[in-house]
Antibody
Framework: QVQLVESGGGVVQPARSLRLSCAASGFTFSNYGMHWVRQAPGKGLEWVAVISYDGSNKYYADSVKGRFTISRDNSKNTLYLQMNSLRADDTAVYYC???????????????WGQGTLVTVSS | IQMTQSPSSLSASVGDRVTITCRASQTISTYLNWYQQKPGKAPNLLIYAASSLQSGVPSRFSGSGSGTDFTLTISSLQPDDFATYYCQQSFFTPLTFGGGTKVEIK
């Protein structure tokens, strides 16, 4: 069965960096686009970024563009989110999610991880 | 693209028919998804492409609409359906979600 397990969250000071990981199993990871979506405490869902199956295409929310970088290592079945210049409003649970369609990004997420909490605070 | 859901919350009883609406700030054809989220859990895909039922989702859930106006309907609300529902446009990046509709027990 499909499993997505995020890790790397924690408490970090403003302006510092953090890297999240998402370990995937139960499907052919290298065939699917992958997303990061976040949710601030008590708030709604906010899409963060998507990467194509081969890493050649990446798209970001305006709120993180230039600060966050999405990447993947298909040999390790792992998705990453490098977060730099963190701000208090980046505090959220970060979910990784699998796109539904192989090869082509259709921007629909059919499997999600359990999330990892990032708290940006001094 | 801004996604506006209404209502932001509603109270309903088991067995009620529930309708949630989602409006896009520009036309998105049928590039619209619906998710259900329960407290402390990840979202779960219910409906994709406006009206297609995701595998394993009960048939009491249905979606309709195209262009800018969309609807999620629960034909007969069950105890397991009390949750928050989000629409999401998949037409254009940046992808965007609606603000959510919390369905509570009356």
């Amino acid at each position: 069965q499909v499993q997505l397990v995020e890790s790397g969250g924690g408490v970090v000071q403003p302006a510092r960096s953090l890297r999240l990981s998402c370990a995937a199993s139960g499907f052919t990871f290298s065939n699917y686009g992958m997303h990061w979506v976040r949710q601030a405490p008590g708030k709604g869902l906010e899409w963060v970024a998507v990467i194509s199956y081969d890493g050649s295409n990446k798209y970001y929310a305006d709120s993180v563009k230039g600060r966050f970088t999405i990447s993947r290592d298909n040999s390790k079945n792992t998705l990453y989110l490098q977060m730099n210049s963190l701000r208090a409003d980046d505090t959220a649970v970060y979910y990784c999610a699998k796109d539904t369609s192989p090869i082509t990004i259709v921007a629909t997420a059919d499997y999600w991880g359990q999330g990892t909490l990032v708290t940006v605070s001094s | 693209i801004q996604m506006t859901q209404s209502p932001s919350s509603l109270s309903a009883s088991v067995g009620d028919r529930v309708t949630i609406t989602c409006r896009a700030s520009q036309t998105i054809s049928t590039y619209l998804n619906w998710y259900q989220q329960k407290p402390g859990k990840a979202p779960n895909l219910l409906i994709y492409a406006a009206s297609s039922l995701q595998s394993g989702v009960p048939s009491r859930f249905s979606g309709s609409g195209s262009g800018t106006d969309f609807t999620l309907t629960i034909s007969s609300l069950q105890p397991d359906d009390f949750a928050t529902y989000y629409c999401q446009q998949s037409f254009f990046t940046p992808l965007t979600f609606g603000g959510g509709t919390k369905v509570e027990i009356k």
